[in-house]
RNA sequence: AUAGUAGGUCGGUUUGUCGCCGUUUCAUUGCGAAAUGGAGGAAAGUCCGGGCAACAAAGAGCACCAUAUUUCCUAACGGGAAGCUGUUUGUGAGAGCAGAGUAGCGUAACAGAAAAUAACCACCUUGCUUUUAGCAAGGAAAGGGUGAAAAGGUGAGGUAAGAGCUCACCGGUUUGGUUGGUAACAUCCAAAGCCGUACGUCUUAUGGGUUGCAAGAUCAAGUAAACCGACGCAGUAGGGUUGCUCGCCCGAUGUCGGAGGGUAGAUUGCUAGAGGCAUAAGGUGACUUAUGUUCGAGAUAAAUGACAGACAAUUUGCGAAAGCAAAGAACAGAACCCGGCUUACAGACCUACUAUUUUU
RNA sequence: UGUCUCAUGGUGUAAUGGUAGCACUGCAGUUUUUGGUUCUGCCUGACAAGGUUCGAGUCCUUGUGAGACAA
């Protein structure tokens, strides 16, 4: 199997401290239709290189099937293209959290998403070159 | 055939690639591999009822909240079934709503004489003044354009004028009885002149401890201003018991000793149950009983998905039709679990029935 | 997930079931050489659908939207 296409429970942001400091401490940048905010933990003791998270607000979206859906489909995209963005960061030997906001008020498609997610990582990884 | 009413059932199928969560087996330091399972009729709203859990229990009176036709169903219910009465609506099959009691009290805007122990106008009697009217006292609910609602209705008798004042017929109410029904109630008979309506207050009956799985339990780390025991200020200040009253209960700061709570994390609670389906029997029915058979989501910043293709209900456009082209499934996503209710819903099917038109 | 609250002109906020008021804003006029202030007048209304009632902003039911708490 490839794993590199894979997203398995480990490789996902969660506990309430970790997500609050990521959205104290972090750097964050709009890439329509989604607001990316992220940080690079040196105190972490996990051997994932990268945790993500994906949130959809309850305001724009009433209903939960269409939430639903925004997620999967972020969480597709993030999958289908993280192998450029965990190759960089496996390099420099660091670690890193993201969290991917959809503010966007309409429900788009696969392929869109898909299309802006790649910008996004692309600016992460410039970002992150920088540092 | 078209349009509908009531009840019930279903609510896309399939191939490949890449993924997510649980379980089992194999392998194991670890990474992993294979097999298998993985949203609904409403999972929704959180409007009722119950299970389950923790806490509290000393009660009495008043208050508060909910319910309120009858019989039945149910673990229970404010739910359901079958009826009863009234009312609204539909041509109809049907559908919606209301339904304990009324002794007392309150309200009924505007309009109208008056919203109810009714006398403003008009009517009648008597007296006085006056000359065809005015004033005063009384009688009288028969007439008066209003209003949502006007003092049971029609006719006759009666009277100074009138009036259920009396009578006949009709409508209602109450009481007593007959027949039918488990009952609400209906039918019939008799008696009583007994005769406005709506809402609220009030009264009666029944029920109601509080909080909710983020309840609660366990684990390792670490320690209080919280807890327990003894002594004292002192059974005082104060607090609790549902809102109040009575009653009852607890009870402070200090000293000494003991014990280990909350928060974050992990595990558990956690999914086999008042379960589903079929047959038979009972019942008008909701439902019940018996037998057989069948099952398997359990996440926690929260899985059940993405892409590509095939089929297809159906929809739209063109067309007389055949057909061609395009689109390609409604409402909607579990979060402790059940029973209901309410709301959303493209379309398909079954049963019974209704209206209209045509044919026999 | 659970427990609750609210909805009245553009904004804020009242009213016992009986003509929906008030203040600010806006518009027009008045005053002024002009503008502001003042004064006068006008416009702008019940979240939606049912029900109870002679009559609902108000009472009842269902839905919609917004907000609070456990956090």
């Excluded at 972490?44 to 209903?63: A, G």
């Excluded at 269409?66 to 289908?80: S, V």
């Excluded at 869109?112 to 410039?126: F, Q, R």
């Amino acid at each position: 199997m490839n794993k590199l296409n894979s997203f398995p429970k480990s490789e996902h942001l969660c506990g309430e401290i970790r997500i609050a400091r990521l959205f104290n401490q972090g750097q964050a940048f709009i890439a329509y239709p989604m607001r990316v905010v992220f940080l690079i933990d040196t105190s972490s003791k996990l051997k994932e290189p990268v945790s993500v998270m994906v949130s959809v607000p309850k305001k724009r979206f009433k209903h939960a099937v269409n939430r639903n859906r925004l997620k999967r489909l972020m969480r597709e995209a993030y999958r289908l293209n993280k192998h450029c963005l965990v190759e960089k960061i496996e390099e420099k030997q660091i670690q890193i959290h993201i969290a991917f906001n959809y503010i966007s008020n309409d429900e788009l498609d696969f392929i869109s998403i898909e299309k802006k997610m790649k910008v996004a990582l692309n600016k992460i990884i410039e970002l992150i070159a920088e540092k």
